[in-house]
C-alpha cells in the first residue's frame, strides 16, 4: 500500500512539472495562437479569426475549419489544449491533439468545452471550405473545389473569387470560376453575365438561367432565355450523341455475338444453337483465368482473350466432330442437336461450378468514364469493347479475304465437290471454320464478362439476338452482319426511353419479323452463285 | 366427307384408336372400381398426370403435322399452345367471381391489386364458355393465319422460319410478362375454381377432362391423318420434299402451307387449353423457346410424319421428365440434351422408324417363306 501512494505522489509531481512544459511549447507554434483566437465569446471576433485562419496559409487550417463545422474542435477545460474528437459517443471521447494531430488518449467529455458556432458562422465556414482547396497545388483538386462552387457562390465569396481567376493558372479552373461567379451575377440581375454562360451544360447553370429568364427584367430574362435554348439544343444534341454511343455500344456486343454465328451459319450452312453456350465458355474462361491470378484482374483479362478463344474453339471442334459432321445436309437437325448440346453445356457449368452468377472484375484500366462535357460522359468498358468488336471484326474479315483458309473456306462453301477435286480437304477446312466461328464466340463471351452477369443463362440471352442479326443482315455476309449488329442496338436505344426496355425489345423483334417476309435474304442478299447454294 | 372416312380404312389408326380407347377404359375402370390401396389403383393424381400427358401428346401430332408433313420444324408452336391456355385461363379466371382474395366480382386478383378499375376490353365475353371456348381455337389461328400468310407468301422456309418462329414465341413471352399486358405478367393465370360449374378439384372432374383430352386427341388424329390422306395431304408433302417443282406444276404451295399450319395451331391451342384446367396454372414461361424446342423432340423421338409415333415420343419424354425431376432434378437436362443429340444422329426416324423397319422385316421373311414353298 505504501508503495502504491509513494508512486502516485511521484507520477503526480512529474505530471505537474511536465505541463508547463509542454505548453510552452505550444506557445511557439503559430497555430495555438489562431486556436486562441477561436476561443472568444463574440461571433463577430469568431468570424474574424475563421477568415485569418482560411487566409494563413496553415496546412492544417482545413482539417480545424472541419472540425470547427462538425463540433469537434474542443478545448481541454483545465489544461487549455485544443483537441479534435474523434468519436464522440460514449462518456470518454478518443480526441487528437489539434495541433500535432498526436493521439490525446481518451478524455472524459465534462472535461472538454466545444468552441460553440451559430447558423451564420455556420454558412461562413462551409463557404470558406469551398474556397480553401482553391488554393491547393494541385489543378485537379483546384477544378474538383470550382466545381463545386457552382452555384453555391454568395456575396462573400463573390469578392474574393474575382480575385482568384486572375491569379489562376490553369484555363479550366479558371472558366469554372468564372462560370461560378457569373451564376451568382447572373442571379443579382446582372445581364453582362449571361455571356459568360453561354455554351455551358451544367445542371446548375441551366437552373440559374431559368430562374433569370423568369424574372421580372425584360431585357434580363429575354438574354437569359436565349442563352437558354442555346443550352437546350446543345442539350438534345448530347443526349442523340449518348443515345447514339449506348447503341453502338449494344450493336457492338450484338455483332461480337453474331459475327462467329456469321461464320458457322453465314459460310458454313451449320445452325449451331450452342453457340451461346461456347460464348458462356469464353466469359467463365475469363473468370477462372482472375481466380488462377488473384489481384491481377488487368493480366487476367489480357491473358483470357487468347485463353477464352482456345476454350471455345477446342469446345467447337468436339462438337463438329461428335455431332454436325454426322448431320451434313440436315440443317433442321443440326438445330436440333446443337440444342441438346446447349443444354447439356448449361447444365454442366450449374452442376460443376454453380448456378449462380460469378462475378468477372472489371480491372482499373477500363472502369470509370471518359468526360467530354457536363453532359456527356463515355463509361470505359463499353469504349474498349466497341474496339474490341472493331478489331475483331477487321481480323476475321481479313482472314477470310486474305489467307489461304479463307480461300479455302469459300471455295467449299461454294462448290464442295468442285473444291475437293482441285486438292482442298474439305473436313479440315469444315474442322478450321468451326473453330475459327467458335473462337470468335468465346472472344464475345470475354468481352461480355465486362458488361454483364456471367452465369449459366448468359449464352440463352443472346441467341436469338444473335440469329436475328445474322439474318437480318443477310446470311453469308460479314458486312452485313456488322451493319445489322449496329443498326439493332441503335435502334434498339431510340426506342426504349418512350417505349420501355422490354417493348423496345419486341418491336425490334417484329419489325424483323416483318422485314424478313419482304426481303428473305437480309440486307445485303449474296448474289451470283453464292446464292444458289 | 369421303375424306373424313379414308383414315378408318388404314390399319395403323385402327391400332392407334384401340389402343388410346383401351387405356382410357382402362385407366377409368382402374380408377372407379379398384379400390384404394390396391396396387393396380390408379389414383386421382395420376390420372391428372395422364391427362397431362394426352395433352402435350395432342400438342405433339399438332407439330407432327406440319414437321413431319409439311417440312416446316416451327420452333413457336408453344406460342399457340399457350394463347390457347390463356384463352382457357380467362374463362376459368372470370368463373372464380367474388370467391377471389379481393372478392371484387368482375376483376380478377391481379387487376385489383394491380389497381385496374375496369376490364380491359379483350377480356370482355370471357365470362361465358360460348366464348371463350371459340376462342381457344380462334386466337391461336389467328396468329398461325397472320404470321403464316406473312411467311409463306414470300416463301421464308427451312432455318429461316424455324429461326423466325422462335423469335416470335420469345416476343410473345416478353409481352406476356410484362404486367400491363393484362393476363397476369410474371405469376399469370391461377387459383382456377370451375369448369363449366364443375368444382375443378373433384376427382371426377379430373377423370372428365382426362377422357375428355383423351377424346380430343382421338378427334385430332383422325382429323390430321384425315387430311394427310386427302389429295391436299399428298399436296403437303410433295411441296415438303420438292417444294419448286409443286409449283412449277401449278399448285398454289403457300395456300396449302398456310391452310395446314394454321389447323395445326388450333389444335396446338386445344391442347394447350386442356391442359390448362389440368395443371392448375398458365404463365408465360410457356411460352419460352425452351418448351417449343422440347415439343420438337418428343416428335424427333417418336418418329417424324407417322403421327402415332408423336403420341408416342410426348409420353415417353413426358414420362421420363416426370420420373427424372422426381430423383435426380438435376440430371434431366443432361438427359434431354443427350436426347437430342442421340436421336437426331442415331435414330433420325424415330421409335416409330424402328418399329415400322421391324414390321416391314418380318413382312419380308413371311413373303420369303411364302415364295419357298410356293
Known amino acids: 500500500m505504501r508503495i502504491t501512494r509513494f508512486l502516485t505522489a511521484w507520477l503526480t509531481v512529474l505530471l505537474l512539472a511536465w505541463l508547463p512544459l509542454a505548453a510552452l511549447a505550444q506557445q511557439d507554434d503559430p497555430g495555438q495562437a489562431l486556436l486562441e483566437s477561436l476561443d472568444t465569446r463574440a461571433y463577430d471576433d469568431k468570424a474574424a479569426a475563421i477568415q485569418t485562419i482560411a487566409a494563413s496559409e496553415d496546412e492544417r487550417a482545413r482539417r480545424w475549419l472541419e472540425t470547427l463545422l462538425d463540433g469537434k474542435l474542443q478545448r481541454h477545460k483545465d489544461t487549455g489544449r485544443f483537441v479534435i474528437v474523434i468519436d464522440n459517443s460514449g462518456r470518454n471521447w478518443p480526441a487528437i491533439d489539434a495541433l500535432t494531430f498526436e493521439d490525446a488518449g481518451e478524455i472524459s467529455r465534462r472535461d472538454l468545452d466545444r468552441i460553440g458556432i451559430n447558423n451564420a458562422l455556420r454558412n461562413q465556414l462551409r463557404s470558406v471550405l469551398a474556397v480553401i482547396d482553391l488554393y491547393a497545388e494541385s489543378a485537379d483538386v483546384r477544378l474538383a473545389s470550382a466545381m463545386r462552387l457552382l452555384g453555391e457562390v454568395d456575396e462573400t465569396l463573390a469578392g474574393s473569387i474575382d480575385d482568384l481567376i486572375e491569379e489562376e493558372p490553369d484555363a479550366e479552373v479558371r472558366r469554372r470560376l468564372t462560370q461560378a461567379l457569373a451564376i451568382y451575377r447572373v442571379e443579382n440581375g446582372e445581364t453582362e453575365a449571361v455571356e459568360a454562360l453561354a455554351g455551358s451544360l451544367h445542371p446548375r447553370v441551366r437552373v440559374a438561367l431559368g430562374r433569370a429568364a423568369a424574372s421580372d427584367d425584360p431585357i434580363l430574362a429575354q438574354s437569359a432565355q436565349a442563352g437558354l435554348d442555346d443550352i437546350e439544343q446543345n442539350l438534345r444534341i448530347n443526349r442523340a450523341a449518348e443515345t447514339l454511343y449506348f447503341g453502338l455500344s449494344m450493336g457492338s456486343v450484338l455483332v461480337l455475338a453474331a459475327i462467329g454465328l456469321a461464320i458457322t451459319f453465314g459460310v458454313m450452312g451449320v445452325i449451331n444453337m450452342a453457340h451461346g453456350e461456347l460464348m458462356m465458355l469464353g466469359a467463365y474462361t475469363t473468370w477462372a483465368m482472375q481466380q488462377l491470378l488473384p489481384g491481377q484482374p488487368g493480366l487476367a483479362l489480357i491473358l483470357s482473350i487468347p485463353a477464352g478463344f482456345l476454350v471455345a474453339a477446342l469446345a467447337g471442334v468436339a462438337i463438329e466432330r461428335s455431332v454436325i459432321q454426322f448431320l451434313k445436309g440436315r440443317p433442321l437437325e443440326t438445330l436440333l442437336a446443337t440444342f441438346g448440346v446447349s443444354l447439356i453445356l448449361q447444365q454442366l457449368v450449374r452442376t460443376v461450378i454453380s448456378p449462380l452468377n460469378r462475378t468477372v472484375i472489371t480491372p482499373e484500366w477500363m472502369s470509370g468514364s471518359l468526360v467530354l462535357n457536363d453532359a456527356l460522359s463515355l463509361t470505359l468498358n463499353r469504349l474498349y469493347v466497341m474496339g474490341f468488336a472493331l478489331v475483331v471484326f477487321v481480323g476475321l474479315m481479313l482472314i477470310m479475304r486474305r489467307t489461304r483458309l479463307g480461300l479455302e473456306v469459300r471455295a467449299v462453301t461454294q462448290n464442295r465437290a468442285m473444291a475437293r477435286s482441285m486438292g482442298i480437304r474439305a473436313t479440315r477446312v469444315d474442322i478450321m471454320t468451326f473453330a475459327l466461328g467458335s473462337g470468335v464466340a468465346g472472344l464475345a463471351g470475354v468481352a461480355l464478362s465486362q458488361l454483364t452477369n456471367v452465369g449459366p443463362n448468359l449464352g440463352q440471352s443472346y441467341i436469338i439476338d444473335s440469329f436475328m442479326v445474322v439474318v437480318f443482315g443477310g446470311v453469308g455476309n460479314l458486312w452485313g452482319t456488322l451493319v445489322a449488329g449496329l443498326s439493332l442496338g441503335v435502334i434498339n436505344q431510340v426506342l426504349e426511353p418512350w417505349a420501355g426496355a422490354v417493348l423496345a425489345k419486341i418491336m425490334v423483334l417484329v419489325f424483323i419479323i416483318l422485314f424478313i417476309q419482304k426481303r428473305p435474304r437480309g440486307l445485303f442478299p449474296q448474289k451470283g452463285r453464292a446464292a444458289e447454294g | ?374
Not at chain 2, 365475353?125 to 371456348?133: H, K
Not at chain 2, 408433302?237 to 402451307?257: H, N, P, S
Request: glycine share 12%; charged share 15%.
Open chain 2, 1 to 374: 366427307m369421303h375424306w373424313l372416312g379414308q383414315p378408318f380404312k388404314e390399319r395403323s389408326t385402327l391400332i392407334f384408336l384401340g389402343v388410346l380407347l383401351t387405356a382410357l377404359v382402362a385407366v377409368t375402370v382402374l380408377h372407379l372400381v379398384v379400390p384404394q390401396g390396391h396396387p393396380l389403383y390408379v389414383s386421382a393424381y395420376t390420372v391428372n398426370l395422364f391427362g397431362k400427358y394426352l395433352s402435350y401428346a395432342l400438342l405433339a401430332v399438332a407439330v407432327d403435322l406440319v414437321w413431319g408433313y409439311l417440312g416446316i420444324l416451327s420452333l413457336g408452336h408453344g406460342a399457340f399452345f399457350a394463347l390457347g391456355g390463356y384463352a382457357m385461363g380467362m374463362y376459368l379466371m372470370r368463373q372464380i367471381g367474388e370467391r377471389g382474395v379481393y372478392g371484387h366480382p368482375v376483376l380478377p386478383d391481379f387487376m385489383v391489386f394491380l389497381n385496374w378499375d375496369s376490364l380491359p376490353w379483350y377480356w370482355y365475353g370471357f365470362d361465358s364458355a360460348w366464348i371463350a371456348f371459340p376462342m381457344v381455337m380462334l386466337a391461336p389461328g389467328l396468329l398461325a393465319l397472320v404470321f403464316g400468310f406473312l411467311a409463306f407468301r414470300s416463301r421464308v422456309t427451312g432455318v429461316y422460319l424455324s429461326i423466325i418462329t422462335q423469335a416470335m414465341t420469345f416476343a410473345l413471352m416478353l409481352a406476356f410478362f410484362r404486367n400491363e399486358m393484362g393476363f397476369g405478367g410474371n405469376n399469370g393465370l391461377t387459383d382456377f375454381r370451375d369448369i363449366l360449374g364443375f368444382d375443378l378439384r373433384s376427382d371426377q372432374v379430373r377423370l372428365g377432362l382426362f377422357l375428355a383430352t383423351g377424346i380430343a386427341l382421338a378427334l385430332g388424329f383422325v382429323l390430321c391423318r384425315a387430311i394427310v390422306t386427302s389429295k391436299l395431304g399428298r399436296v403437303c408433302v410433295a411441296a415438303r420434299d420438292a417444294e419448286a417443282r409443286t409449283r412449277f406444276l401449278g399448285y398454289r404451295v403457300e395456300r396449302v402451307q398456310l391452310f395446314v399450319f394454321v389447323v395445326s395451331a388450333m389444335l396446338a391451342g386445344v391442347a394447350g387449353a386442356l391442359y390448362v384446367p389440368q395443371v392448375g396454372i398458365i404463365n408465360p414461361s410457356e411460352f419460352s423457346p425452351l418448351f417449343s424446342i422440347e415439343i420438337v423432340v418428343w416428335v424427333a423421338l417418336g418418329g417424324r410424319a407417322t403421327l402415332y409415333g408423336a403420341v408416342i415420343g410426348a409420353i415417353l419424354v413426358n414420362y421420363a421428365k416426370t420420373v427424372f425431376t422426381g430423383i435426380m432434378p438435376d440430371a434431366w437436362l443432361f438427359a434431354l440434351g443427350g436426347l437430342f443429340v442421340l436421336v437426331t444422329v442415331l435414330l433420325p426416324k424415330g421409335i416409330a422408324g424402328v418399329l415400322a423397319y421391324r414390321v416391314r422385316k418380318r413382312g419380308v421373311t413371311e413373303n420369303d417363306g411364302k415364295e419357298a414353298t410356293a
